[in-house]
């Protein structure tokens, strides 16, 4: 290409930021239901903000430019770009520095006088974006925000790459106290009568919508498509596309096989076995790197047992869960799945928010736990999930489980959770109370903190 042709190409991209950048300037930021998550930003590093594909990254960050622009932060010192927007597909080979470029050619006078504030959406579609953020906040005077759907965004490598410049939070589609503020549901202080009944009437809805913030209030044959929708985006965006999967159609049928078995255990052989079965030729190896692309991408998760042998629970069968419980019921097939499934999976997403270190336990016995979670004080909490426990053989059956549990790791209390039940049961190792999913929702978010993962 001539150096002419190559100067022309580069001046229209220029041309194209600007449109961008200035159109931003005169949108209304819609800003929705404010989350529950506290942002705050470190002088000389990057905030990134990860989670899966439509779990509400984007208006996130509108909340926080409203933020600014309420602390009385000129609607100019934002730089917003959104790397879905395909007219910025050529910043692949025209280089992120165009970026710059544009901005201070439409604003000169605050170069190096005026702090930035660059908001940067999924800029993991741009390859090479992390030398370019770590020079820009090595360059500039500016505050620098980032969305992804990737945990590779928290990799090692990352970090090296921009010198430890950046923290991270996650990002999940509403939790149900923020599907209750959505709702104008008010659960905040003493409960009254009323306010309790308007509390489980609102979890019975999010039992049915789920968390995805553009689907909480659809009727379900529309809330089914868009789930559906969201579910082959992440299949062909954020796994076929991001790893160049030769044969995606053993992609699709492995996310299909695990949403069907939310909430039961897998182990590599038996979905390698699968897979064989239905004429794919995947490895062990390949299957291993399906089910880490999965995570990777928030849309589902892996449990272990929990063991002081890392091997060991490693060699073990794991446990998969859904990033939505109502997701699962849009997508799966609806053989396997049960509603103890999706309350299972519900709890483990609500405990995913408090913490990433979660595994099931087997007691000597062999009896299981459903969850065991370790808290950000080191605490553990044991919870065991019934959708009733009004059944004598049920209740004896889960009780034991727990008494053995905690008696084994030395635990005073645990906890069974029901659809709506609520007791308080005093065993050999100490109580177990019985809380109501609402309740305990509510309760593990109140427990919730701040979480900066590196």
Not at 65 to 70: Q, S
Not at 110 to 124: G, M, P, T, V
Not at 141 to 164: H, P
Not at 197 to 221: C, H, M, R, Y
Request: glycine fraction near 6%; charged fraction near 25%.
């Amino acid at each position: 290409m001539r150096i002419s042709d190559r100067s022309s190409i580069r001046g229209k991209m220029i041309d194209t930021l600007k449109e961008i950048i200035l159109d931003f300037q005169e949108i209304d930021l819609n800003t929705g239901t404010p989350r529950l998550i506290e942002v705050t930003p470190v002088t000389e590093k990057a905030t990134i903000c990860i989670g899966v594909r439509r779990g509400g990254k984007s208006t996130f960050l509108f909340q926080l430019m409203k933020r600014l622009l309420d602390s009385g932060v000129d609607r100019q010192n934002i730089l917003y770009l959104n790397f879905f927007d395909d007219r910025l597909h050529r910043l692949q080979h025209e280089g992120l520095a165009a970026i710059l470029e544009a901005y201070f050619s439409l604003f000169p006078e605050k170069k190096n006088k005026e702090k930035i504030y660059c908001f940067f959406d999924e800029i993991q579609m741009i390859h090479g974006w992390e030398p370019f953020v770590d020079r820009l906040m090595r360059t500039e005077k500016c505050e620098v925000y980032i969305t992804g759907s990737s945990a590779q965004m928290l990799s090692k490598e990352i970090a090296t790459q921009m010198r430890g410049r950046a923290l991270s939070w996650e990002i999940f589609p509403f939790s149900f106290q923020e599907f209750l503020d959505c709702r104008g549901i008010e659960n905040r202080g003493p409960l009254s009568t009323r306010k309790r009944l308007l509390i489980q009437k609102g979890f019975e809805d999010f039992w049915t919508a789920g968390g995805f913030p553009e689907v909480v209030n659809l009727d379900k044959s529309l809330r089914i498509k868009i789930h559906q929708e969201y579910f082959s985006a992440i299949l062909f965006r954020d796994l076929v596309e991001r790893h160049d999967i030769s044969h995606p159609r053993a992609v699709v049928d492995l996310a299909h096989w695990l949403i069907d078995n939310t909430a039961s255990l897998y182990s590599i052989n038996n979905l390698t076995g699968y897979l064989k079965s239905l004429g794919h030729k995947a490895p062990k190896s390949a299957v291993s790197d399906y089910l880490e692309w999965f995570e990777d991408a928030y849309v589902m998760f892996t449990v272990r047992i929990f063991d002081a042998s890392l091997a060991r629970s490693n060699t073990n069968p794991k446990k998969i869960y859904c990033i939505d419980h109502s997701l699962v019921t849009s997508v799966s097939s609806g053989i396997l799945i049960n509603s103890g499934h999706l309350l299972e999976n519900l709890v483990f997403t609500a405990l995913r928010r408090l913490t990433p270190d979660i595994f099931y336990f087997k007691t000597k016995a062999g009896k299981e736990v459903d969850f065991i979670a370790k808290e950000s004080d080191g605490s553990r909490m044991l919870v065991q999930v019934c959708e009733s426990i009004a059944n004598s053989k049920t209740k004896n059956r889960e009780v034991a489980a727990l008494n053995e549990a905690m008696s084994e790791l030395q635990l005073s209390s645990g906890i069974i959770v029901t659809r709506n039940e609520e007791d308080k049961i005093v065993v050999d190792s100490g109580q177990i109370n019985v809380v109501p999913a609402w309740r305990f929702i509510l309760n593990v978010a109140e427990r919730r903190t701040l979480k900066i993962i590196n």
